[in-house]
């Protein structure tokens, strides 16, 4: 049955509260190393990237050959410069056409309201955004007055 010390769960048959000196496992050095050194190994072949002075300074506790070798290079990620913008803005682009504004103060709704009932309608946003030239405000004028009535 296990004993509760300093809130580890130890069993009562364990070497430290028997107060035996040494742990009762032989605790194998060699396959430890091996671990260690396969696991940098494999690591080196896959061109992943390992922490060499770490392994060395365990291998060393441990009283074993450390791993010689050139240290591993962190590869650069590949980014790919961005996009280009294109220059022109939207606002330039929407000078001289009727907007969503105009046709709030013909009918006195709200924008989102009104954008609302376009998207319902099925009634594509253009490029410029929700805004276009005197056929397009008169198409979308009755569309908002229809879905009203």
């Known amino acids: 049955m296990p004993a509760t010390c300093e809130s580890w769960n130890v069993r009562t048959d364990c070497y430290e509260l028997e107060k035996i000196a040494e742990p009762i496992d032989e605790?194998?050095?060699?396959?430890?190393?091996?671990?260690?050194?396969?696991?940098?190994?494999?690591?080196?072949?896959?061109?992943?990237?390992?922490?060499?002075?770490?392994?060395?300074?365990?291998?060393?506790?441990?009283?074993?050959?450390?791993?010689?070798?050139?240290?591993?290079?962190?590869?650069?990620?590949?980014?790919?410069?961005?996009?280009e913008k294109p220059t022109k803005s939207i606002k330039t682009a929407r000078e001289g056409l009727r907007t969503i504004k105009d046709i709030e103060e013909a009918t006195g709704l709200k924008g989102r309201v009104i954008r609302g009932i376009l998207r319902a309608a099925g009634i594509a946003k253009p490029n410029t955004g929700w805004a276009g030239d005197e056929k397009w405000y008169k198409q979308i004028l009755k569309a908002v007055k229809k879905a009203e009535e």
């Open 27 to 83: 605790f194998d050095v060699d396959r430890l190393s091996r671990i260690i050194k396969g696991s940098v190994a494999t690591r080196k072949r896959y061109s992943l990237e390992y922490d060499l002075d770490s392994a060395n300074e365990v291998l060393r506790a441990l009283g074993v050959a450390l791993i010689k070798g050139d240290r591993p290079t962190r590869k650069e990620p590949d980014i790919k410069p961005d996009k």
